[in-house]
């Protein structure tokens, strides 16, 4: 088939080499707009941006995917289907009926649970034991089209949303592939989505990341896990923000008060609101990740010092 992608970030990335692979022709990629990053706030392409550069391929960046020019292109392109990966863009019923066979998403979830922005940062957020992928048909609803197919993803009791992201990206790749193969050869059925199950996955803040030492050891390990890489969980200490890496929760671990620190020769362990939690990786405001051993020796924590 002729295909348009839609994605963004890296997470996608799987998915473009997979197409490359295939049989199937890659007419163009369509992704966000140059976005200013870094301290001088340079303007810098999309990954998936990046790659098709990369291979001469021609690149769409619309503000908005309802802009003239950016359908007119779409319909001289006429692809046969537009496979999406986190494109991160609402796309109009307008531009959903250009390619013959429409919008075909690749969702990081089991629909219809954890419909929205951050199904798998949710997912371990809620301390889900498995999660999969989707492949269904793009509509107007959020995440309410039909399903072409899934896969399932065991949760490991220590993955971060990266390490899950990472592993769904690769296996939804294959299927993504998959789908659009039957697709092209007309034996594709997509099933409606069940009408109970349904939760939802709005986008993970900044201050969604904020570390509540007062919740239970088990959810503010969730918590962290949740938000690495991104936004990152952080907290303060002596009045600056710290970005933290995951925690341990320590059984039989000594008692103390929430956000109470313990510095020992070999851990840092904090307070929650049941037992402690052994602290992993910490970045300070302007400095490298360091141990928190190091990081504790480094600013000579106190008996009286706590993170708030």
């Not at 798998?120 to 957020?125: A, E, K, L, N, R």
């Not at 002596?238 to 510095?263: H, I, S, T, W």
Request: glycine residues 10%.
């Amino acid at each position: 088939m002729r295909l348009v992608f839609a994605g963004t970030p890296e997470v996608a990335l799987p998915s473009l080499d997979a197409i490359e692979k295939s049989g199937h022709e890659l007419l163009a990629v369509v992704t966000r707009p140059d976005a200013p990053s870094g301290r001088g706030r340079r303007m810098v392409r999309s990954h998936a941006a990046a790659w098709a550069d990369e291979r001469g391929i021609e690149v769409l960046t619309p503000a908005r995917p309802r802009e003239p020019e950016f359908l007119d292109r779409l319909r001289e392109l006429a692809p046969d289907c537009v496979p999406v990966v986190a494109y991160g863009a609402l796309v109009p019923p307008v531009a959903l009926e250009i390619p013959v066979h429409g919008w075909v998403n690749l969702h990081f979830s089991l629909l219809p649970a954890w419909r929205g922005a951050a199904p798998v940062q949710h997912s371990v957020w809620h301390g889900d034991e498995f999660t999969g992928a989707s492949v269904f048909q793009l509509e107007a609803g959020l995440d309410t089209g039909p399903v072409f197919g899934t896969l399932t993803e065991t949760i490991r009791p220590r993955d971060t949303s990266g390490d899950l992201l990472e592993r769904l990206a690769v296996d939804g790749a294959g299927l993504l592939v998959t789908v659009l193969d039957a697709i092209g050869a007309g034996a594709a059925r997509a099933v409606a989505q069940p009408a109970d199950g349904i939760t939802l996955a709005p986008k993970i803040t900044v201050e969604d990341a904020e570390v509540r030492w007062d919740e239970p050891a088990f959810a503010v390990d969730r918590r962290v896990r949740a938000t690495t890489p991104g936004p990152g969980a952080w907290t303060t200490f002596r009045g600056e923000r710290v970005k933290l890496g995951p925690v341990l929760p320590v059984a039989d671990g000594p008692a103390l008060k929430p956000g109470d620190l313990l510095v020992e020769k070999r851990r840092v362990l904090v307070g929650t609101a049941t037992g402690p939690v052994e602290l992993g990786e910490v970045r300070a405001a302007g400095k490298k990740p360091m141990s928190a051993v190091d990081w504790a020796r480094g600013v000579r924590v106190e008996g009286e010092d706590s993170f708030s």
